[in-house]
Structure formats: C-alpha cells, structure tokens
C-alpha cells in the first residue's frame, strides 16, 4: 500500500485569506495521477484538482492550485481568496501506476474558514 | 444526471447479521469500488472493478464480498457484520481504468454493527 501523509489534521483560515494544506506520497513509481478531493459537511466526496506527474506545469483551477515538488514527493494544495464554502475536510489521493487503479488517500485536513 | 447512488444511505445491523450495500451508476464507467472511512483514517479501499465480471482486493477486503455482473451495479456484501465494520462505505466509480481520471462517489452508507 501506498503512504499518504498529511501532516495538518486541522487548519484555520480568515476569510479572504490564503490557506496551503500539505501532502507527501510515498511511491517508487515515476508515472502517477496526484487528486485533492473536498468532503463538506453534506459528505459528498468533490474532486478540486489533478496533476499529473509527468507535467512539470502545477494545476490550477480558479482559486485552487497546487505546488508539486516530484523530487520531494509532496503535493500542497493553495486556496487563494478563502470562502466560507471552502469548509470542508481534504484529501490528498495519489494514483501510481501499474496498480493505477487503486487510490490511497491520506487522513485529511479539516479546513475552518472564520469569517 | 443521477451519478453515483448509493442505497441504503443508514443502516443498523446487529452483529452476525448479513446485508448489502448497493451501488448503481449510469455513466457507463468501467471502474467501479467501495471504500470505507473512519475517523483519523481517511478513505481505505476495500474492493474494486475494472469491468463487468471482474474484482480484486483493496487495502482492507476482510469480511465484505462483491460481484459485478452488470457494469451499472457493483453491491457489497456483509455476510456476517461485526461491530468492527461500523463505519461509513462510499461507493465510487470513473471513466478510467488505470487511474487517469477522478473518481465520482456516491453519497455514502452510515453503517452501525451493534
């Protein structure tokens, strides 16, 4: 099984403001799939963002954007301009190759955004 | 769209009983899979498919059993449920089969083992 870290099991942010969650991987693979997935209270599981490892370009989606670092095997996941609605618990997921098809996902981060 | 669904979304269970999660999706997704999440402890994969009559094990496949003889439906089966499976299941299927794509997951199951 695959190590997923996420070191935060709780952060706060001001409303407004930026927030960066962290994530480490462990993987002897060179050719992956990097996910953050958001789960709000509804406990419906959303995906924010992909990367992909072979891109040395780091994704980004509106206020979302991640800071890929292959070498160190970390994945932080930026939320610029925080909203209440970003509220939520995250989850990095790492998707390696040839098991491609299992995902690993770290404990979490809970994200409170005080207005 | 109805995505991922997932029935029944609470379900309490007295230890010994069987019973089974059911998942249907319309996307006509290859990949299908059950996880279940515990507090502290993330999402943990406990069966998977990559097409209709074939299955294989996650990270914690003990005492849950699964079949997928359509590519809509892939059901979890507790055959004899015990206190250490009370837990939320969350079914969740993709287009991709070798993890190129994100996953679309079903609202959940709380399950409860007495």
């Known amino acids: 099984a695959q190590t997923v870290t996420q070191s935060q099991p709780e952060m706060s942010v001001q409303e407004a403001e930026t927030v960066t969650l962290s994530c480490t991987y462990d993987t002897s693979e060179s050719d992956y799939y990097l996910f953050w997935y958001k789960q709000p209270p509804s406990r419906q599981m959303i995906l924010v963002i992909r990367?992909?490892?072979?891109?040395?370009q780091n994704a980004t989606e509106n206020r979302f954007s991640v800071n890929f670092q292959k070498a160190a095997k970390s994945f932080s996941l930026k939320i610029s301009d925080s909203q209440l609605g970003d509220a939520a618990m995250y989850f990095c997921?790492?998707?390696?190759?040839?098991?491609?098809?299992?995902?690993?996902f770290g404990t979490g981060t809970s994200l409170t955004v005080i207005p | 769209n109805a995505g991922v669904t997932q029935t029944p979304k609470f379900q309490v269970l007295k230890t010994g009983q069987s019973m089974t999660l059911q998942c249907a999706q319309d996307m006509n997704h290859e990949y299908m899979s059950w996880y279940r999440q515990d507090p502290g402890m993330g999402l943990r994969l406990i069966h998977y498919?990559?097409?209709?009559?074939?299955?294989d094990q996650g990270e914690v496949p003990n005492g849950y059993n699964v079949s997928r003889s359509t590519t809509e439906d892939f059901p979890l089966r507790l055959l004899s449920a015990a206190p250490s499976q009370t837990s939320v299941y969350f079914c969740a299927s993709s287009y991709s089969r070798t993890g190129t794509g994100e996953l679309f997951f079903g609202e959940g199951s709380r399950l409860t083992v007495l």
């Open positions: 498919s990559v097409g209709a009559g074939i299955t």
């Open positions: 997921a790492p998707n390696s190759r040839p098991t491609g098809n299992q995902f690993y």
């Open positions: 990367q992909e490892a072979y891109k040395q």
